[in-house]
């Protein structure tokens, strides 16, 4: 499997592409993206994302550092700060499938939660403009 996130905060997209450890945590790895609005650009970001995403990375042994990469992109010193108000959307690519999940931004302090039943499934060969127009809807729906 492939994974990655799509976060919207302050009008802007942010990706990174995330790789499994060898003990089987899923962390935030390169390449972080930024982009506009426009669909075709967050699906284009998206599929770069998806194609980074590797497993059997050497598991962290020091964890503080992994999403300054993102933060930097987005211009703030903290997780509290990019975090708030930001939108979800993980990207998951297993065989022809792509699977859109949003997620509820539950505050700096929780995190986000998956919502899994409103998720969307894409064929792999979708367009970066079907895939970024799916991105956004999610993301808007889930702030309802």
Known sequence: MQSAAAYRRSGRWYFHSESKTTDGVWIASQPFLSSDQES?????????ALAMSTE????????????????????VKS???FSR????VGIEMEGNLIKLIPHRN??????????????IDLPSEA?????GNAIIALATRALA
């Not at 075709?40 to 770069?48: E, L, P, R, S, T």
């Open 79 to 81: 997780w509290s700060t």
């Open 127 to 131: 367009s970066c403009e079907d895939i």
């Open 106 to 119: 539950l505050g700096p302090k929780e995190g986000f939660e998956p919502v899994v039943s409103d998720a």
């Open 85 to 88: 108000g930001a939108e979800l």
């Open 40 to 48: 075709i650009n967050v699906g284009d970001c998206a599929k770069q």
């Open 56 to 75: 059997g990375v050497g598991h962290p042994t020091e964890w503080s550092g992994l999403f300054t990469p993102m933060l930097d992109l987005a211009g």
